[in-house]
Protein backbone atom coordinates (compact mmCIF):
# COMPACT_ATOMS: atom_id res chain seq x y z
CA UNK A 1 0.00 0.00 0.00
CA UNK A 2 2.86 2.70 0.63
CA UNK A 3 4.75 1.20 -2.61
CA UNK A 4 1.28 2.92 -4.37
CA UNK A 5 1.35 6.07 -2.26
CA UNK A 6 5.05 6.94 -2.78
CA UNK A 7 4.77 6.14 -6.68
CA UNK A 8 1.33 8.60 -6.70
CA UNK A 9 3.04 11.10 -5.01
CA UNK A 10 5.95 10.30 -7.43
CA UNK A 11 3.57 10.92 -10.23
CA UNK A 12 1.79 13.67 -9.14
CA UNK A 13 5.35 15.34 -8.39
CA UNK A 14 6.84 14.82 -11.64
CA UNK A 15 3.25 16.04 -13.40
CA UNK A 16 3.13 19.06 -11.80
CA UNK A 17 6.41 19.96 -12.78
CA UNK A 18 6.34 19.20 -16.18
CA UNK A 19 6.57 23.16 -17.65
CA UNK A 20 9.42 23.91 -15.43
CA UNK A 21 11.86 20.58 -16.10
CA UNK A 22 10.90 20.23 -20.00
CA UNK A 23 12.77 21.84 -22.25
CA UNK A 24 10.57 24.18 -24.66
CA UNK A 25 7.49 24.69 -25.17
CA UNK A 26 6.88 22.06 -28.06
CA UNK A 27 7.33 19.40 -25.56
CA UNK A 28 5.00 21.04 -22.55
CA UNK A 29 2.72 20.31 -25.55
CA UNK A 30 3.42 17.00 -26.19
CA UNK A 31 2.95 16.83 -22.56
CA UNK A 32 -0.62 18.13 -23.09
CA UNK A 33 -1.22 15.80 -25.66
CA UNK A 34 -0.11 13.04 -23.72
CA UNK A 35 -2.54 13.54 -21.23
CA UNK A 36 -5.30 14.78 -23.20
CA UNK A 37 -5.15 10.80 -25.25
CA UNK A 38 -4.67 9.46 -21.55
CA UNK A 39 -8.69 10.44 -20.40
CA UNK A 40 -9.32 9.40 -24.13
CA UNK A 41 -7.74 5.71 -23.74
CA UNK A 42 -8.57 5.56 -19.78
CA UNK A 43 -12.23 5.97 -21.32
CA UNK A 44 -11.72 2.77 -23.64
CA UNK A 45 -10.51 0.87 -20.92
CA UNK A 46 -13.35 0.69 -18.94
CA UNK A 47 -14.62 -1.19 -22.05
CA UNK A 48 -11.62 -2.86 -22.59
CA UNK A 49 -10.00 -3.78 -19.25
CA UNK A 50 -13.83 -4.00 -17.02
CA UNK A 51 -16.33 -4.80 -19.20
CA UNK A 52 -14.45 -6.98 -21.85
CA UNK A 53 -15.74 -4.90 -24.86
CA UNK A 54 -12.66 -3.62 -27.11
CA UNK A 55 -14.80 -0.88 -29.18
CA UNK A 56 -12.72 0.67 -32.67
CA UNK A 57 -15.39 3.54 -32.97
CA UNK A 58 -14.43 5.30 -29.99
CA UNK A 59 -12.93 8.15 -32.79
CA UNK A 60 -16.57 8.81 -33.56
CA UNK A 61 -17.56 9.73 -30.19
CA UNK A 62 -14.48 11.91 -29.79
CA UNK A 63 -15.31 13.44 -33.06
CA UNK A 64 -18.56 14.17 -32.10
CA UNK A 65 -17.65 15.86 -29.10
CA UNK A 66 -14.93 17.89 -30.85
CA UNK A 67 -17.30 19.13 -34.17
CA UNK A 68 -19.94 20.28 -31.76
CA UNK A 69 -17.81 22.60 -29.74
CA UNK A 70 -15.69 23.65 -33.23
CA UNK A 71 -19.27 24.30 -34.71
CA UNK A 72 -21.17 26.01 -31.91
CA UNK A 73 -18.41 27.97 -31.82
CA UNK A 74 -18.26 28.95 -35.15
CA UNK A 75 -21.66 29.91 -34.85
CA UNK A 76 -21.18 32.33 -32.49
CA UNK A 77 -21.93 30.58 -29.13
CA UNK A 78 -19.91 30.89 -26.15
CA UNK A 79 -17.65 28.56 -24.63
CA UNK A 80 -19.54 27.14 -21.92
CA UNK A 81 -22.69 26.35 -23.44
CA UNK A 82 -20.87 24.83 -26.33
CA UNK A 83 -18.78 22.51 -23.90
CA UNK A 84 -22.23 21.36 -22.35
CA UNK A 85 -23.90 20.77 -25.52
CA UNK A 86 -21.04 19.16 -26.80
CA UNK A 87 -20.59 16.65 -23.40
CA UNK A 88 -24.90 16.05 -24.18
CA UNK A 89 -24.54 15.56 -27.58
CA UNK A 90 -21.20 12.90 -27.05
CA UNK A 91 -23.67 11.39 -24.70
CA UNK A 92 -26.39 10.72 -26.82
CA UNK A 93 -24.78 9.84 -29.49
CA UNK A 94 -22.96 7.25 -27.07
CA UNK A 95 -26.25 6.02 -25.82
CA UNK A 96 -27.38 5.81 -29.61
CA UNK A 97 -23.82 3.56 -30.16
CA UNK A 98 -24.21 1.39 -27.23
CA UNK A 99 -27.84 0.47 -27.66
CA UNK A 100 -26.62 -0.87 -31.74
CA UNK A 101 -23.42 -2.34 -30.76
CA UNK A 102 -24.31 -3.80 -27.30
CA UNK A 103 -26.65 -6.68 -29.19
CA UNK A 104 -23.16 -8.67 -29.64
CA UNK A 105 -20.38 -8.96 -27.63
CA UNK A 106 -17.12 -10.13 -28.52
CA UNK A 107 -15.50 -9.82 -31.94
CA UNK A 108 -18.83 -8.86 -33.34
CA UNK A 109 -18.99 -5.80 -30.75
CA UNK A 110 -15.51 -4.48 -32.26
CA UNK A 111 -17.27 -4.77 -35.61
CA UNK A 112 -19.88 -3.10 -34.92
CA UNK A 113 -18.50 -0.39 -33.08
CA UNK A 114 -15.85 0.10 -36.41
CA UNK A 115 -18.48 0.38 -38.69
CA UNK A 116 -20.14 2.88 -36.43
CA UNK A 117 -16.81 4.50 -35.99
CA UNK A 118 -16.61 4.44 -39.91
CA UNK A 119 -20.09 5.73 -40.22
CA UNK A 120 -19.56 8.73 -38.23
CA UNK A 121 -16.35 9.49 -40.32
CA UNK A 122 -17.99 9.35 -42.95
CA UNK A 123 -20.70 11.91 -42.07
CA UNK A 124 -17.41 14.56 -41.15
CA UNK A 125 -15.90 13.73 -44.03
CA UNK A 126 -19.00 13.91 -46.64
CA UNK A 127 -21.63 16.31 -44.81
CA UNK A 128 -19.57 19.34 -46.26
CA UNK A 129 -22.54 21.80 -45.31
CA UNK A 130 -22.04 20.97 -41.41
CA UNK A 131 -18.46 19.88 -41.27
CA UNK A 132 -16.96 21.46 -44.41
CA UNK A 133 -15.53 18.53 -45.31
CA UNK A 134 -11.85 17.88 -45.47
CA UNK A 135 -11.15 21.78 -44.91
CA UNK A 136 -12.21 21.27 -41.67
CA UNK A 137 -13.14 23.73 -38.60
CA UNK A 138 -10.50 26.22 -37.01
CA UNK A 139 -11.81 27.14 -33.31
CA UNK A 140 -10.37 30.96 -32.83
CA UNK A 141 -9.59 31.05 -29.38
CA UNK A 142 -9.64 29.18 -26.51
CA UNK A 143 -11.54 30.31 -23.41
CA UNK A 144 -10.15 32.14 -20.40
CA UNK A 145 -11.63 30.45 -17.06
CA UNK A 146 -11.40 33.03 -14.27
CA UNK A 147 -9.46 35.34 -16.57
CA UNK A 148 -6.67 33.25 -17.29
CA UNK A 149 -5.97 32.84 -20.62
CA UNK A 150 -4.86 29.18 -21.88
CA UNK A 151 -2.95 30.71 -24.36
CA UNK A 152 0.27 29.80 -23.12
CA UNK A 153 0.93 26.15 -23.56
CA UNK A 154 2.07 26.12 -19.32
CA UNK A 155 -1.66 27.27 -18.58
CA UNK A 156 -3.08 24.59 -21.35
CA UNK A 157 -1.55 22.19 -19.44
CA UNK A 158 -2.04 22.95 -15.74
CA UNK A 159 -5.99 23.14 -17.03
CA UNK A 160 -5.51 19.82 -19.17
CA UNK A 161 -3.88 18.72 -15.83
CA UNK A 162 -6.80 19.26 -13.58
CA UNK A 163 -9.18 17.45 -15.70
CA UNK A 164 -6.97 14.58 -16.04
CA UNK A 165 -6.48 14.12 -12.45
CA UNK A 166 -10.39 14.53 -12.01
CA UNK A 167 -10.92 11.78 -14.28
CA UNK A 168 -8.48 9.23 -13.16
CA UNK A 169 -10.08 10.02 -9.80
CA UNK A 170 -13.90 9.25 -11.62
CA UNK A 171 -12.43 6.42 -13.21
CA UNK A 172 -11.08 5.35 -9.76
CA UNK A 173 -14.07 5.47 -8.12
CA UNK A 174 -15.81 4.28 -10.84
CA UNK A 175 -14.00 1.11 -10.95
CA UNK A 176 -14.20 0.35 -7.07
CA UNK A 177 -18.24 1.31 -6.83
CA UNK A 178 -20.91 -1.64 -6.87
CA UNK A 179 -21.17 -0.91 -10.59
CA UNK A 180 -17.52 -1.12 -11.09
CA UNK A 181 -17.74 -4.63 -9.86
CA UNK A 182 -20.84 -6.06 -11.61
CA UNK A 183 -19.07 -4.92 -14.62
CA UNK A 184 -16.37 -7.11 -13.97
CA UNK A 185 -18.31 -9.80 -13.33
CA UNK A 186 -20.33 -9.30 -16.59
CA UNK A 187 -16.76 -9.06 -18.07
CA UNK A 188 -15.65 -12.67 -16.62
CA UNK A 189 -19.43 -14.52 -16.17
CA UNK A 190 -21.99 -12.86 -17.97
CA UNK A 191 -24.30 -15.73 -18.11
CA UNK A 192 -23.72 -16.29 -14.14
CA UNK A 193 -24.30 -12.60 -13.36
CA UNK A 194 -27.33 -13.22 -15.21
CA UNK A 195 -28.44 -15.69 -12.99
CA UNK A 196 -27.73 -13.42 -10.06
CA UNK A 197 -30.04 -11.14 -11.10
CA UNK A 198 -28.02 -8.66 -12.55
CA UNK A 199 -29.43 -6.60 -15.76
CA UNK A 200 -25.78 -7.84 -18.00
CA UNK A 201 -27.07 -4.92 -20.65
CA UNK A 202 -28.03 -2.30 -18.31
CA UNK A 203 -24.67 -2.35 -16.79
CA UNK A 204 -22.45 -2.62 -19.86
CA UNK A 205 -24.83 0.36 -21.30
CA UNK A 206 -23.89 2.62 -18.53
CA UNK A 207 -20.14 1.59 -18.77
CA UNK A 208 -20.69 3.04 -22.41
CA UNK A 209 -22.13 5.75 -20.69
CA UNK A 210 -19.31 6.48 -18.63
CA UNK A 211 -16.85 5.62 -21.42
CA UNK A 212 -18.28 8.15 -23.38
CA UNK A 213 -18.35 10.52 -21.03
CA UNK A 214 -14.78 10.54 -20.70
CA UNK A 215 -14.01 10.75 -23.99
CA UNK A 216 -16.31 13.39 -24.98
CA UNK A 217 -14.19 15.21 -22.98
CA UNK A 218 -10.85 14.42 -24.38
CA UNK A 219 -12.54 15.51 -27.26
CA UNK A 220 -13.50 18.99 -26.12
CA UNK A 221 -9.91 19.32 -24.75
CA UNK A 222 -8.30 18.55 -28.09
CA UNK A 223 -10.30 20.84 -30.10
CA UNK A 224 -9.37 23.20 -27.99
CA UNK A 225 -5.89 22.05 -28.07
CA UNK A 226 -5.50 21.73 -31.55
CA UNK A 227 -7.65 24.55 -32.25
CA UNK A 228 -9.02 22.56 -35.62
CA UNK A 229 -10.87 19.66 -36.39
CA UNK A 230 -11.52 17.34 -39.53
CA UNK A 231 -12.29 14.23 -40.20
CA UNK A 232 -8.25 12.97 -39.88
CA UNK A 233 -9.91 12.91 -35.93
CA UNK A 234 -12.19 10.39 -36.93
CA UNK A 235 -10.46 7.42 -38.85
CA UNK A 236 -10.16 3.99 -38.32
CA UNK A 237 -6.65 4.76 -37.14
CA UNK A 238 -7.87 7.15 -34.97
CA UNK A 239 -9.94 5.23 -33.41
CA UNK A 240 -7.15 2.41 -33.02
CA UNK A 241 -4.90 4.43 -31.37
CA UNK A 242 -6.54 4.31 -27.69
CA UNK A 243 -7.19 0.96 -28.08
CA UNK A 244 -3.88 -0.08 -29.00
CA UNK A 245 -2.84 2.72 -26.05
CA UNK A 246 -4.89 0.42 -23.70
CA UNK A 247 -3.47 -2.72 -24.90
CA UNK A 248 -0.39 -2.03 -25.08
CA UNK A 249 -0.18 -0.40 -21.36
CA UNK A 250 -1.94 -2.86 -20.00
CA UNK A 251 -5.96 -3.10 -19.78
CA UNK A 252 -7.54 -3.13 -16.69
CA UNK A 253 -5.47 -0.91 -14.84
CA UNK A 254 -5.36 2.75 -14.04
CA UNK A 255 -2.01 3.23 -14.94
CA UNK A 256 -1.93 0.52 -18.42
CA UNK A 257 -3.73 3.65 -20.36
CA UNK A 258 -2.00 6.59 -19.32
CA UNK A 259 1.78 4.37 -19.86
CA UNK A 260 0.33 3.36 -23.23
CA UNK A 261 -0.77 7.02 -24.21
CA UNK A 262 2.63 8.58 -23.08
CA UNK A 263 4.45 5.31 -25.11
CA UNK A 264 2.10 6.19 -28.78
CA UNK A 265 2.07 9.64 -28.43
CA UNK A 266 6.18 10.05 -27.51
CA UNK A 267 6.75 7.71 -30.80
CA UNK A 268 4.59 9.86 -32.91
CA UNK A 269 5.66 13.41 -31.81
CA UNK A 270 9.18 13.09 -30.85
CA UNK A 271 10.71 9.41 -31.95
CA UNK A 272 9.55 10.98 -35.71
CA UNK A 273 11.99 13.96 -35.47
CA UNK A 274 14.34 11.63 -35.57
CA UNK A 275 13.07 8.51 -37.70
CA UNK A 276 11.16 8.82 -40.85
CA UNK A 277 9.41 5.56 -40.55
CA UNK A 278 8.08 5.56 -37.19
CA UNK A 279 4.79 4.04 -38.12
CA UNK A 280 7.13 0.73 -38.54
CA UNK A 281 8.41 1.53 -35.56
CA UNK A 282 5.27 1.74 -33.56
CA UNK A 283 3.85 -1.18 -35.58
CA UNK A 284 6.90 -3.20 -34.78
CA UNK A 285 6.60 -2.27 -31.29
CA UNK A 286 3.10 -3.19 -30.48
CA UNK A 287 4.03 -6.37 -31.92
CA UNK A 288 7.06 -7.36 -29.56
CA UNK A 289 4.69 -6.31 -26.82
CA UNK A 290 2.53 -8.99 -28.13
CA UNK A 291 4.93 -11.26 -27.86
CA UNK A 292 6.95 -10.60 -25.34
CA UNK A 293 3.96 -9.23 -22.49
CA UNK A 294 1.23 -10.05 -23.95
CA UNK A 295 -0.61 -8.42 -20.83
CA UNK A 296 0.33 -5.20 -21.35
CA UNK A 297 3.62 -3.11 -20.09
CA UNK A 298 1.89 -1.87 -17.00
CA UNK A 299 1.47 -5.67 -15.38
CA UNK A 300 4.38 -7.78 -17.52
CA UNK A 301 6.79 -4.80 -15.72
CA UNK A 302 4.83 -6.06 -12.79
CA UNK A 303 4.71 -9.62 -13.25
CA UNK A 304 8.88 -9.48 -14.55
CA UNK A 305 9.70 -7.33 -11.28
CA UNK A 306 8.08 -10.17 -9.04
CA UNK A 307 9.54 -12.40 -10.63
CA UNK A 308 12.84 -10.97 -10.21
CA UNK A 309 12.11 -10.01 -6.28
CA UNK A 310 11.10 -14.42 -5.81
CA UNK A 311 14.45 -15.48 -7.92
CA UNK A 312 16.40 -13.05 -5.70
CA UNK A 313 14.54 -14.44 -2.04
CA UNK A 314 14.98 -17.97 -3.85
CA UNK A 315 19.35 -17.12 -3.86
CA UNK A 316 19.57 -15.13 0.06
CA UNK A 317 23.11 -15.37 -0.20
CA UNK A 318 22.99 -13.84 -4.11
CA UNK A 319 19.96 -11.66 -3.39
CA UNK A 320 22.24 -9.71 0.01
CA UNK A 321 25.10 -9.08 -2.57
CA UNK A 322 22.95 -8.20 -5.33
CA UNK A 323 22.67 -4.63 -5.72
CA UNK A 324 20.17 -3.93 -8.28
CA UNK A 325 17.58 -6.53 -7.40
CA UNK A 326 14.70 -4.63 -7.33
CA UNK A 327 15.92 -2.25 -10.29
CA UNK A 328 13.48 -2.53 -13.10
CA UNK A 329 10.69 -0.50 -12.31
CA UNK A 330 7.10 -0.24 -14.42
CA UNK B 1 -31.92 5.84 -67.69
CA UNK B 2 -28.93 4.91 -69.54
CA UNK B 3 -26.86 6.61 -66.43
CA UNK B 4 -29.14 3.75 -64.33
CA UNK B 5 -27.40 0.76 -66.03
CA UNK B 6 -23.98 2.46 -65.86
CA UNK B 7 -24.38 2.57 -62.40
CA UNK B 8 -25.75 -1.19 -62.25
CA UNK B 9 -22.72 -2.29 -63.95
CA UNK B 10 -20.18 -0.11 -61.73
CA UNK B 11 -22.06 -1.47 -58.90
CA UNK B 12 -21.99 -5.25 -59.78
CA UNK B 13 -18.47 -4.77 -60.76
CA UNK B 14 -17.42 -3.14 -57.51
CA UNK B 15 -19.49 -6.10 -55.65
CA UNK B 16 -17.09 -8.38 -57.42
CA UNK B 17 -13.95 -6.67 -55.92
CA UNK B 18 -15.86 -6.70 -52.47
CA UNK B 19 -17.02 -10.36 -52.88
CA UNK B 20 -13.03 -11.04 -53.25
CA UNK B 21 -11.76 -8.99 -50.69
CA UNK B 22 -14.98 -10.31 -47.87
CA UNK B 23 -15.17 -13.96 -48.46
CA UNK B 24 -11.45 -14.37 -46.95
CA UNK B 25 -12.12 -11.82 -44.62
CA UNK B 26 -15.46 -14.45 -43.71
CA UNK B 27 -13.86 -17.91 -43.60
CA UNK B 28 -11.14 -16.33 -41.23
CA UNK B 29 -13.41 -14.87 -39.16
CA UNK B 30 -15.97 -17.93 -39.27
CA UNK B 31 -13.60 -20.54 -38.84
CA UNK B 32 -10.44 -19.09 -36.79
CA UNK B 33 -13.07 -16.48 -35.29
CA UNK B 34 -9.55 -13.46 -35.67
CA UNK B 35 -10.86 -10.30 -36.32
CA UNK B 36 -7.88 -10.21 -38.99
CA UNK B 37 -7.34 -6.32 -39.04
CA UNK B 38 -4.98 -6.86 -41.48
CA UNK B 39 -7.11 -7.89 -44.51
CA UNK B 40 -7.67 -4.43 -45.94
CA UNK B 41 -3.42 -4.76 -46.10
CA UNK B 42 -3.24 -7.56 -47.96
CA UNK B 43 -5.70 -6.34 -50.34
CA UNK B 44 -3.27 -3.41 -51.03
CA UNK B 45 0.03 -5.12 -50.77
CA UNK B 46 -1.49 -7.48 -53.50
CA UNK B 47 -2.10 -4.37 -55.52
CA UNK B 48 1.42 -2.71 -55.43
CA UNK B 49 3.17 -5.63 -55.74
CA UNK B 50 1.13 -6.50 -58.83
CA UNK B 51 1.73 -2.89 -60.17
CA UNK B 52 4.95 -3.51 -59.79
CA UNK B 53 4.96 -6.89 -61.51
CA UNK B 54 2.98 -4.84 -64.31
CA UNK B 55 4.54 -1.74 -64.44
CA UNK B 56 8.06 -2.51 -63.55
CA UNK B 57 8.90 -5.87 -64.45
CA UNK B 58 6.37 -5.96 -67.72
CA UNK B 59 4.76 -9.38 -66.65
CA UNK B 60 1.38 -9.92 -68.27
CA UNK B 61 -1.06 -8.69 -66.07
CA UNK B 62 -2.48 -12.01 -65.26
CA UNK B 63 1.40 -13.65 -64.37
CA UNK B 64 1.73 -10.29 -62.02
CA UNK B 65 -1.66 -11.31 -60.65
CA UNK B 66 -0.82 -14.87 -59.50
CA UNK B 67 2.87 -13.57 -58.22
CA UNK B 68 1.14 -11.02 -56.29
CA UNK B 69 -1.75 -13.33 -54.94
CA UNK B 70 1.16 -16.13 -53.92
CA UNK B 71 2.85 -13.14 -52.47
CA UNK B 72 -0.04 -12.23 -50.04
CA UNK B 73 -0.32 -15.79 -49.71
CA UNK B 74 3.06 -16.18 -48.00
CA UNK B 75 2.84 -13.13 -46.10
CA UNK B 76 -0.75 -14.21 -44.78
CA UNK B 77 0.92 -18.02 -43.52
CA UNK B 78 4.11 -16.15 -41.97
CA UNK B 79 1.86 -14.14 -40.00
CA UNK B 80 -0.50 -16.89 -38.95
CA UNK B 81 2.25 -19.46 -38.26
CA UNK B 82 4.26 -17.18 -36.19
CA UNK B 83 2.34 -14.83 -34.65
CA UNK B 84 -1.44 -15.61 -34.40
CA UNK B 85 -1.07 -19.16 -33.85
CA UNK B 86 0.07 -18.10 -30.20
CA UNK B 87 -2.51 -15.90 -29.61
CA UNK B 88 -5.40 -18.27 -30.17
CA UNK B 89 -8.65 -17.26 -28.31
CA UNK B 90 -6.70 -13.73 -26.91
CA UNK B 91 -8.99 -11.21 -28.38
CA UNK B 92 -7.21 -8.40 -27.41
CA UNK B 93 -3.73 -9.49 -28.33
CA UNK B 94 -4.88 -10.60 -31.77
CA UNK B 95 -6.48 -6.73 -32.42
CA UNK B 96 -3.05 -5.69 -30.73
CA UNK B 97 -1.25 -7.33 -33.39
CA UNK B 98 -3.03 -7.41 -36.62
CA UNK B 99 -3.20 -3.67 -36.42
CA UNK B 100 0.38 -3.48 -35.83
CA UNK B 101 0.90 -5.15 -38.52
CA UNK B 102 -1.23 -2.84 -40.71
CA UNK B 103 0.70 0.22 -39.79
CA UNK B 104 4.29 -1.93 -40.72
CA UNK B 105 2.60 -2.94 -44.04
CA UNK B 106 0.89 0.29 -44.67
CA UNK B 107 4.31 2.18 -44.26
CA UNK B 108 6.67 -0.21 -45.90
CA UNK B 109 4.33 0.39 -49.10
CA UNK B 110 4.73 4.13 -48.78
CA UNK B 111 8.74 3.54 -48.46
CA UNK B 112 9.12 1.12 -51.35
CA UNK B 113 6.52 2.46 -53.68
CA UNK B 114 6.13 6.21 -52.36
CA UNK B 115 3.02 8.20 -51.76
CA UNK B 116 2.03 8.98 -55.67
CA UNK B 117 -1.40 7.03 -56.77
CA UNK B 118 0.17 4.37 -59.09
CA UNK B 119 -2.61 3.50 -62.47
CA UNK B 120 -2.21 0.09 -63.65
CA UNK B 121 -3.20 -0.18 -67.07
CA UNK B 122 -6.05 -1.86 -68.40
CA UNK B 123 -5.16 -5.54 -69.78
CA UNK B 124 -4.62 -5.60 -73.44
CA UNK B 125 -7.44 -7.55 -75.06
CA UNK B 126 -9.58 -5.94 -71.88
CA UNK B 127 -9.12 -2.33 -72.75
CA UNK B 128 -13.04 -0.92 -74.59
CA UNK B 129 -15.91 -2.10 -74.28
CA UNK B 130 -18.74 -3.96 -75.74
CA UNK B 131 -21.82 -1.89 -76.79
CA UNK B 132 -25.05 -3.35 -75.94
CA UNK B 133 -28.80 -2.55 -76.69
CA UNK B 134 -27.38 1.13 -77.05
CA UNK B 135 -25.13 1.28 -73.35
CA UNK B 136 -21.46 0.96 -73.68
CA UNK B 137 -20.23 -1.45 -71.16
CA UNK B 138 -15.91 -1.47 -70.83
CA UNK B 139 -15.25 -4.80 -71.49
CA UNK B 140 -12.88 -4.84 -67.82
CA UNK B 141 -14.90 -4.72 -65.70
CA UNK B 142 -17.39 -7.48 -67.29
CA UNK B 143 -13.94 -9.61 -66.70
CA UNK B 144 -13.80 -8.59 -63.41
CA UNK B 145 -17.55 -10.04 -62.54
CA UNK B 146 -17.11 -13.06 -64.32
CA UNK B 147 -13.88 -13.86 -62.73
CA UNK B 148 -15.46 -12.99 -59.32
CA UNK B 149 -18.00 -15.48 -60.37
CA UNK B 150 -15.10 -18.12 -61.44
CA UNK B 151 -13.85 -17.53 -57.88
CA UNK B 152 -16.59 -18.06 -55.76
CA UNK B 153 -17.96 -21.08 -57.47
CA UNK B 154 -14.12 -22.52 -57.22
CA UNK B 155 -14.56 -21.59 -53.37
CA UNK B 156 -17.86 -23.16 -53.11
CA UNK B 157 -16.83 -26.31 -54.62
CA UNK B 158 -13.67 -26.44 -52.77
CA UNK B 159 -16.03 -26.00 -49.85
CA UNK B 160 -19.15 -27.86 -50.34
CA UNK B 161 -17.37 -30.64 -52.37
CA UNK B 162 -14.52 -31.64 -51.24
CA UNK B 163 -12.67 -33.82 -48.54
CA UNK B 164 -10.65 -30.43 -47.58
CA UNK B 165 -14.44 -28.06 -47.35
CA UNK B 166 -16.20 -30.76 -45.71
CA UNK B 167 -13.01 -30.33 -42.67
CA UNK B 168 -13.32 -26.59 -43.00
CA UNK B 169 -16.91 -26.66 -42.65
CA UNK B 170 -16.57 -29.03 -39.51
CA UNK B 171 -14.02 -26.63 -38.25
CA UNK B 172 -16.30 -23.29 -38.83
CA UNK B 173 -19.61 -24.88 -37.41
CA UNK B 174 -17.31 -26.98 -33.79
CA UNK B 175 -14.01 -26.66 -34.05
CA UNK B 176 -13.52 -28.60 -30.86
CA UNK B 177 -15.61 -31.52 -32.02
CA UNK B 178 -13.70 -31.32 -35.13
CA UNK B 179 -10.38 -32.09 -33.61
CA UNK B 180 -12.03 -34.68 -31.82
CA UNK B 181 -12.98 -36.37 -34.59
CA UNK B 182 -9.07 -36.15 -35.40
CA UNK B 183 -9.12 -33.25 -38.06
CA UNK B 184 -6.46 -30.93 -37.78
CA UNK B 185 -7.85 -27.51 -37.18
CA UNK B 186 -4.50 -25.72 -36.78
CA UNK B 187 -3.12 -27.09 -40.15
CA UNK B 188 -6.60 -25.58 -41.77
CA UNK B 189 -5.92 -22.20 -39.92
CA UNK B 190 -3.07 -22.02 -41.93
CA UNK B 191 -4.61 -23.05 -45.21
CA UNK B 192 -7.63 -20.58 -44.61
CA UNK B 193 -5.66 -18.27 -43.70
CA UNK B 194 -3.17 -18.14 -46.71
CA UNK B 195 -6.43 -18.33 -49.02
CA UNK B 196 -8.26 -15.89 -47.81
CA UNK B 197 -4.94 -14.02 -48.26
CA UNK B 198 -4.23 -14.73 -51.43
CA UNK B 199 -8.11 -14.13 -52.68
CA UNK B 200 -7.72 -10.60 -51.03
CA UNK B 201 -4.15 -9.80 -52.88
CA UNK B 202 -5.57 -11.04 -56.21
CA UNK B 203 -8.50 -8.52 -56.03
CA UNK B 204 -6.30 -6.03 -55.11
CA UNK B 205 -4.35 -6.56 -58.54
CA UNK B 206 -7.86 -7.03 -60.26
CA UNK B 207 -9.32 -3.58 -58.67
CA UNK B 208 -6.34 -1.54 -59.22
CA UNK B 209 -7.02 0.00 -63.01
CA UNK B 210 -10.10 0.74 -61.54
CA UNK B 211 -9.32 2.13 -58.36
CA UNK B 212 -5.69 2.40 -58.71
CA UNK B 213 -3.47 1.98 -55.96
CA UNK B 214 -2.87 4.07 -53.28
CA UNK B 215 -1.55 4.62 -49.77
CA UNK B 216 -4.99 4.39 -47.44
CA UNK B 217 -6.04 2.12 -49.86
CA UNK B 218 -6.25 -1.00 -47.03
CA UNK B 219 -8.00 1.72 -44.91
CA UNK B 220 -10.69 2.40 -47.48
CA UNK B 221 -11.46 -1.10 -47.63
CA UNK B 222 -11.28 -2.88 -44.48
CA UNK B 223 -14.16 -0.78 -43.05
CA UNK B 224 -16.18 -2.26 -46.47
CA UNK B 225 -15.32 -6.14 -45.94
CA UNK B 226 -16.86 -5.81 -42.23
CA UNK B 227 -19.90 -4.21 -43.61
CA UNK B 228 -20.39 -6.64 -45.93
CA UNK B 229 -19.39 -9.67 -43.46
CA UNK B 230 -21.99 -7.88 -41.11
CA UNK B 231 -24.64 -7.99 -43.67
CA UNK B 232 -24.38 -11.03 -45.03
CA UNK B 233 -23.09 -13.47 -41.82
CA UNK B 234 -19.98 -14.51 -40.55
CA UNK B 235 -18.50 -17.83 -42.38
CA UNK B 236 -20.78 -18.51 -45.13
CA UNK B 237 -19.43 -17.54 -48.83
CA UNK B 238 -23.19 -16.68 -49.69
CA UNK B 239 -23.67 -14.56 -46.86
CA UNK B 240 -20.42 -12.50 -48.39
CA UNK B 241 -21.57 -13.09 -52.00
CA UNK B 242 -25.21 -11.61 -51.29
CA UNK B 243 -23.58 -8.78 -48.55
CA UNK B 244 -20.89 -8.15 -51.51
CA UNK B 245 -23.11 -7.19 -54.21
CA UNK B 246 -25.59 -5.30 -51.51
CA UNK B 247 -23.00 -3.14 -50.78
CA UNK B 248 -21.46 -2.59 -54.24
CA UNK B 249 -25.01 -1.09 -55.15
CA UNK B 250 -25.54 1.34 -52.03
CA UNK B 251 -22.38 2.53 -52.46
CA UNK B 252 -22.71 3.31 -56.21
CA UNK B 253 -25.99 4.75 -56.31
CA UNK B 254 -25.80 6.32 -52.47
CA UNK B 255 -22.89 8.20 -54.31
CA UNK B 256 -24.76 9.31 -56.94
CA UNK B 257 -27.71 10.09 -55.26
CA UNK B 258 -26.79 11.33 -52.02
CA UNK B 259 -23.22 12.38 -52.08
CA UNK B 260 -22.96 14.18 -48.83
CA UNK B 261 -24.69 10.94 -47.28
CA UNK B 262 -23.11 8.33 -49.35
CA UNK B 263 -21.07 6.40 -46.31
CA UNK B 264 -24.19 7.29 -44.00
CA UNK B 265 -26.31 5.18 -46.79
CA UNK B 266 -23.59 2.93 -46.76
CA UNK B 267 -23.86 1.74 -43.30
CA UNK B 268 -26.99 2.29 -42.71
CA UNK B 269 -28.37 -1.50 -44.60
CA UNK B 270 -25.91 -2.71 -41.70
CA UNK B 271 -27.16 -1.01 -39.20
CA UNK B 272 -30.89 -2.71 -39.99
CA UNK B 273 -29.71 -5.94 -40.16
CA UNK B 274 -27.88 -5.86 -36.80
CA UNK B 275 -31.03 -4.33 -35.39
CA UNK B 276 -33.13 -7.65 -37.27
CA UNK B 277 -31.05 -10.33 -37.25
CA UNK B 278 -27.59 -9.56 -35.26
CA UNK B 279 -26.05 -13.00 -37.26
CA UNK B 280 -26.37 -11.24 -40.18
CA UNK B 281 -28.51 -12.38 -43.30
CA UNK B 282 -26.67 -16.09 -43.82
CA UNK B 283 -25.32 -15.95 -40.64
CA UNK B 284 -25.70 -19.40 -38.23
CA UNK B 285 -24.53 -17.82 -34.96
CA UNK B 286 -24.41 -14.45 -34.00
CA UNK B 287 -20.56 -12.81 -34.66
Known sequence: MTATRVGLLAGALVLLTVPLWVPGDYYVSVCSQILIYAIFALGVDVLIGYGGLVSLGH?????????????????????????????????????????????????????????????????????????????????ANRPAPFGISLNPPAHFYYATLVVFALSVFATWVFIGSPLGASLKGTRDQPRRMNALGYHVWLIRFYACMFSGLLTGIAGILFVYYTQFISPQTLTLTASAEPVLMVISGGSGTLLGPIVGAALVEIVKNIASAYITRWNMLLGAIFVAIVIFMPEG?????????????????????AAAAEPNSGEPTP | MNLWLLLAVNSITFGGLLFLLSAGFSLIFGLMRIPNLTHGSMFMLGAYVGASMVMTFHLPFWIGAVVAALTVAVFGGLIERLLLRRLAGAEQAQVLVTLGISLIVADFCLMVWTGDPISVATPPGLVGGVRFVGVFFPT??????????????????????????????????????????????????????????????????????????????????????????????????????????????????????????????????????LVLRPQGLFGKQAP
Open chain 1, 59 to 139: AGLFGIASYAVAYMLAAGIGHIAAVVIALVLALVGTALFAALSLRVTGIGFIMITLALGELLWGLAYRWISVTNGDNGISV
Open chain 1, 297 to 317: LVPGSRRLVRALLKACAKAPA
Open chain 2, 140 to 273: YRIAIILIACVIGALLWGLLDRTRLGAMIRAGVDDPQMARVVGIRVSRLFTIVFCLGAAIAGFGGVMGAPILSVYPGLDNDMLPLALVVVILGGTGSLLGSLVGSFVIGFIYNYGQALFPELAYFVLFLPMVVV
